[in-house]
């Protein structure tokens, strides 16, 4: 087989707000745009392209033989719910949780996400059911360790799982087998790594997608810590892990 038959190809498994967007343009700079999923021949709405594992099963029959570089917010093991002999080199960023959380929510009402506002309190965005379920509640872990066979039901990470210790097992697993993983806070690093083990030009730092930080009270601070949980824990365990890979 040669490299023309089966050219290298990337998926980032892109948690929200955690700097995939940034990632994602930035890799611009090695990819072109028919090698990129999504792009804009996948559907009119981007957030069906990013979201739904069948959308990107169907883009795939359509047009995989193209596609180098994969992003989305879809868990790790969506890949192998595609038709390819070529092996990806798969990664991801994770971001401190509550951090990440409070991003997720400015990010809502700053854009005006399902019906909020900038002016919505931020408390108030969170405790809506389908976003806090679906989308803020242990999100990396979901992620990380939604199997092909969960899928189905929320047509990727939008699946409901059981939070428990094995949860987090499989998303340590997962975590410790990507090929490699970064840290938001040191994206830069991350970025670097890209260009000395695959070659992949990153262009200049940038920020993309970002919002402005806002006050927020210590006890809405320990509810998001004491809700995600697994996530809390499964930072610290890849905080652990990134240090030992880069000492």
Known sequence: MTEREHPQRFFVA???KTAGTTLRDRLHASFTEDQIYPNATDGP???IAVISVKHLQE???ARG???RLLTGHFPVRTI????????FVTMTVLRDPVERTLSFLRHQGQRNQRGATADTPLIEIYEDPFRFGAMIQNHMTRMLSLTPEEMGPGDGVLTSVPYDAERLAMAKEALAALDLFGLQHRLEEFCAELGTRYGLDTGEPTRSNTTEPTEVGPAFLDRIAEDNALDVELFEYACQL???RHP
């Open 59 to 61: 883009r795939w029959r």
């Open 14 to 16: 892109h948690m929200q």
């Open 45 to 47: 709405d981007p957030r």
């Open 65 to 67: 033989d193209d596609i």
């Open 242 to 244: 990134y240090e030992e």
């Open 80 to 87: 192998e719910l595609l038709d390819t002999d070529a092996p």
